[in-house]
T-cell receptor, first 113, second 114 residues
């Protein structure tokens, strides 16, 4: 079975500052990793995904994430955040060959003006 | 292109009542799923379907039924609502039941059971 841990439930950060949202996973088989974003009163949208190849993946809105197999991590980063980045961010994992995505508990990012 | 449509947006039920949450997608997606979102617990998979006529249980299926008679629709039934089912419910779909197909989410149904 796989699991996903998001270590920070809330992250406040000042506008234009960098941010890192942490995600660790565990699985006995290979996995694929995703970050989704949820804006207030909306469903989730895909931010980026890691399937294979380069361990640094770039997503929408200037976000990027790095897959680290040895540390079983997939941290999300942005060098300079905007007010509009205020949202909840979910890390998710799916085992290769499986049908279903499993989500972490989410990190609420609040950007302070 | 409407994407994934969920109805109703809000619902209040009394304990023991039954209801059906509707989900429809117009993208001809094979895979559809239901999640519930609770504070501090993220999203948990209730049921999913990899095609019409095929359904299976997720992490938290107890108290919920589903059916998939058409590709477009995937209703979630609460047979006898309980306060523990107070949650926000999301329906999601993807083209195929594979890792390479991102999920498309509806805007959610907020359910309160008193």
């Amino acid at each position: 079975a796989q699991s996903v841990t998001q270590l920070d439930s809330q992250v406040p950060v000042f506008e234009e500052a960098p941010v890192e949202l942490r995600c660790n996973y565990s699985s006995s088989v290979s996995v694929y990793l995703f970050w989704y974003v949820q804006y207030p009163n909306q469903g989730l949208q895909l931010l980026l995904k890691y399937l294979s190849g380069s361990t640094l993946v770039k997503g929408i809105n200037g976000f990027e994430a790095e897959f680290n197999k040895s540390q079983t991590s997939f941290h999300l980063r942005k060098p300079s955040v905007h007010i509009s980045d205020t949202a909840e961010y979910f890390c998710a994992v799916i085992q290769t060959g499986a049908n279903n995505l499993f989500f972490g508990t989410g990190t609420r990012l609040t950007v302070i003006p | 292109n409407a994407g994934v449509t969920q109805t109703p947006k809000f619902q209040v039920l009394k304990t023991g009542q039954s209801m059906t949450l509707q989900c429809a997608q117009d993208m001809n997606h094979e895979y559809m799923s239901w999640y519930r979102q609770d504070p501090g617990m993220g999203l948990r998979l209730i049921h999913y379907s990899v095609g019409a006529g095929i359904t299976d249980q997720g992490e938290v299926p107890n108290g919920y039924n589903v059916s998939r008679s058409t590709t477009e629709d995937f209703p979630l039934r609460l047979l006898s609502a309980a306060p523990s089912q107070t949650s926000v419910y999301f329906c999601a779909s993807s083209p195929r039941a594979t890792y390479n197909s991102p999920l498309h989410f509806g805007n959610g149904t907020r359910l309160t059971v008193t």
